[in-house]
């Protein structure tokens, strides 16, 4: 089976300067994360964090405040929590994600919601294999636009729930053209492009190599 392109390059929020919430409509932030916490659920286990927002969706929402305004081309998550419609812990998939360049505190500020045509009901619905972040409705955000404030709410996809752990959050994306102009760029070595999205040599034969400089 052929994989479909990479969406983009995994976020590194945990070390780059983003400033990672949990908040609440009504009562506003309710925990910062700190640095070991945002490395936790941006690591590949599904090691549970846990901090009890005090409510279900869609009152609470984790937000992510970069450094810049950046694309979000893909997002792998999922939240651990009591689910009422079986009286159990669930799984509970990603139910909204929005982006916005003028709240002050995730919660306040014009807000737009990606598109999840094609998706279904829920993103990821239910399931938990990390090939999900490849499917193309991944892909499909508000009009193309970077944003410097983007944040997840939760849902298990067959009812309310309180989700109260979050076990892995992986965000794929790149920043905006003219952010942070004095950075790193990654250039096509031919064009002198910057790459958007990661190098992929898709199949390549056993024993051979190529280098790019």
């Not at 081309?73 to 669930?90: D, E, L, S």
């Not at 996809?157 to 102009?181: F, M, N, Q, W």
């Amino acid at each position: 089976m052929s994989y479909p392109e990479l969406p983009g390059r995994a976020m590194p929020y945990h070390e780059d300067g983003t400033v990672v919430k949990l908040v609440r409509v009504g009562a506003g932030v309710i925990h910062a994360f700190t640095d070991v916490e945002m490395a936790e659920i941006n690591d590949y286990d599904y090691d549970d964090w846990g901090f009890d927002p005090g409510g279900s969706y869609p009152d609470s929402y984790i937000v992510f405040h970069f450094p810049e305004k950046r694309h979000l081309r893909g997002v792998f998550a999922y939240g651990y929590g009591f689910t009422r419609c079986c009286n159990c812990y669930a799984w509970n998939p990603v139910r909204t994600i929005e982006g916005s360049n003028d709240t002050t505190n995730g919660i306040d500020g014009t807000w737009e919601a990606a598109n999840f045509s094609g998706c279904g009901d829920y993103y990821n619905d239910g399931e938990i294999p990390f090939d999900l972040w490849r499917y193309p409705c991944a892909a499909q955000f508000p009009n193309d636009n970077a944003y410097r404030t983007w944040r997840l709410s939760f849902q298990n996809p067959d009812c309310d729930t309180s989700v109260r752990y979050r076990a892995i959050i992986h965000l794929y994306g790149h920043k905006a053209a003219g952010e942070t102009p004095d950075d790193i760029l990654w250039v096509d070595p031919d064009t002198g492009t910057e790459l958007s999205l990661p190098l992929n040599f898709h199949a390549v034969p056993a024993g051979s190599s190529s280098v790019l400089s």
